[in-house]
C-alpha cells in the first residue's frame, strides 16, 4: 500500500489499517534512537503510552521517563507497567521543574544519535521510529523529521489532524519562513538529530512556560534541512490538564511577553540573508501575537475576568502596539462585546487498540 490519502485518513478506518507495513527487520542493527518522555500526574494515559512504544517496529531504542514530582500516583504504576523491560529507564524530580527542564533533564542523559521526545499523554504509530530512521539515513543533512498528526482528546477520539499535500525535504530555512508564523507540527510525531539539539545547547535554552516545542523546532529548521512524512504517524492529546489544555497559565503579562521574547529570540538567530524579508517578517509576528491576545481577551470576556482583559491589553502596551482594531474599537470593548467560538469536537474514529506481547520480551 502507498502512502495514506488524505480522504483514508479521514474515514472509519484505523490509523493502522490505513498505512503501509514495516520494511523493518529485528536483525537489522542501526541508530540508537532515544525516546525522552517528562511524566507529570498522567496515570490514566501512561498505558496506552507504554503501549504505542513497545509496539515500535524498529528495536533499537531507549526509553528514558524523567517524573516531574508527580502526585497521583503515575510513576509508581509506570514503573509496574515497565519494571521488566531494561531499555526503559525512570528518574524523579526532588520538586516540580516544569516540563521544558524535565524534558531537558532527559535529553542530557540520552545515548542516542536520534532523539524522540513523547509526551505522557501522547500516542505514536508503530511505524513511527522505523519511518524516522529511514528518513535520517536518507537525509543526512535533516536536522529533524516529522509526520502528519491528529489531535486526540481524553477519550482516544481523534477530532483534527492536517495532511500536507504529499512527503518532501525542504531547507530547513523556507520551513522556519511558514512555520515561525503558522506552526502545525506536533511534539508527538517530530524527531531529531542529536548533532542539532547539541548545536543549539538544549531544549531550555530560553525560559518558556509554553511553547518551549516551537521555539525548540524553529531553531533545529535554522540548522539544517527538514523533512517531512505524509503518514499519520503520532497523536496530540488535548486535555483540560495538560498545558495546551489551559487558558488561565496564558491570562498572563510574563506569558504573553515570552511570546514576543521567543519571536525576537529566532528572528535574531536569522542569516545575514535568509532569501526573504526579515522586516517583513517581524511585522507578521508582531501582527499574530496580537491577534492571539485578541483571541485571549475575547476569551476573558466570556469568562467575565475582567482583571485578565487588563492585563493582557497592558501587555500588548508595553511592546508599543496600539490595543485598537481595524474598526477604531478598543481591544477591550470588542472583547466585551464578541464572545469565543468553541470548535465542536466531531468524534470520526478512535486510535485503534494495539497491545503488545509481554513487556519482557521485548
Known amino acids: 500500500m502507498g502512502l495514506a490519502s488524505s480522504r483514508d485518513q479521514h474515514n472509519n478506518k484505523s490509523l493502522a489499517r490505513v498505512l503501509p507495513r514495516s520494511s523493518y527487520s529485528m536483525s537489522d542493527s542501526r541508530e540508537l534512537v532515544s525516546i525522552v518522555t517528562p511524566l507529570y500526574n498522567n496515570r490514566e494515559f501512561l498505558r496506552r503510552t507504554a503501549d504505542c512504544v513497545f509496539n515500535q517496529t524498529y528495536s533499537n531504542w531507549e526509553w528514558i521517563v524523567v517524573d516531574d514530582a508527580s502526585t497521583d500516583g503515575s510513576v509508581e504504576h509506570f514503573e509496574d507497567l515497565t519494571r521488566s523491560c531494561k531499555k526503559v529507564r525512570v528518574l524523579r524530580n526532588d520538586v516540580n ?26 500516542w505514536m504509530h ?13 537525509n543526512p543533512n535533516a536536522a529533524l523529521v516529522f509526520s502528519h498528526a491528529f489531535y486526540l482528546d481524553d477519550q482516544d477520539n481523534i477530532w483534527g489532524g492536517w495532511s500536507k499535500g504529499g512527503s518532501w525535504t525542504k531547507p530547513g530555512l523556507e520551513v522556519f519562513r511558514s512555520q515561525i508564523i503558522k506552526y502545525t507540527i506536533r511534539t508527538s510525531a517530530v524527531s531529531y538529530r542529536v548533532s542539532i539539539i547539541n548545536e543549539i545547547g538544549g531544549r531550555d535554552t530560553l525560559p518558556l512556560v509554553l511553547s518551549s516545542d516551537k521555539y525548540f523546532d524553529l531553531r533545529a529548521m535554522l540548522l539544517g534541512d527538514v523533512v517531512y512524512i505524509d503518514e499519520p504517524l503520532g497523536a496530540h492529546r488535548s486535555h483540560q490538564r495538560n498545558s495546551s489544555g489551559r487558558l488561565d497559565l496564558q491570562f498572563d503579562a510574563d506569558f504573553i511577553e515570552q511570546r514576543f521574547a521567543l519571536y525576537d529570540d529566532l528572528i535574531s538567530r536569522l542569516p545575514e540573508d535568509p532569501g526573504f524579508s526579515v522586516e517583513d517578517l517581524k511585522d507578521e509576528a508582531q501582527l499574530m501575537i496580537r491577534a492571539y491576545v485578541v483571541g485571549l ?17 497592558e501587555a500588548l502596551a ?44 521485548v
Do not use: C, Y
Not at 298 to 308: L, M, N, P, T, V
Not at 330 to 350: D, E, M, N, Q, Y
Open 297 to 313: 481577551l475575547k476569551e476573558a470576556q466570556k469568562r467575565g475576568d475582567k482583571e485578565a482583559v487588563e492585563l493582557l491589553v
Open 97 to 122: 521543574r516544569g516540563i521544558t527542564k524535565t524534558t531537558q533533564r532527559g535529553i542530557e542523559l540520552a545515548n542516542g544519535s536520534i532523539l524522540k521526545i513523547l509526551d505522557s499523554d501522547d
Open 318 to 361: 508595553k511592546r508599543g502596539l496600539n490595543p485598537t482594531g481595524r474598526t477604531g474599537d478598543s481591544l477591550v470593548a470588542r472583547a466585551f462585546k464578541v464572545g469565543t467560538p468553541f470548535l465542536k469536537l466531531l468524534t470520526k474514529r478512535k486510535l485503534p487498540e494495539m497491545r503488545i506481547q509481554a513487556v519482557d520480551s
Open 126 to 138: 508503530p511505524l513511527l521510529i522505523e519511518r524516522t530512521v529511514e528518513a535520517m539515513e536518507a
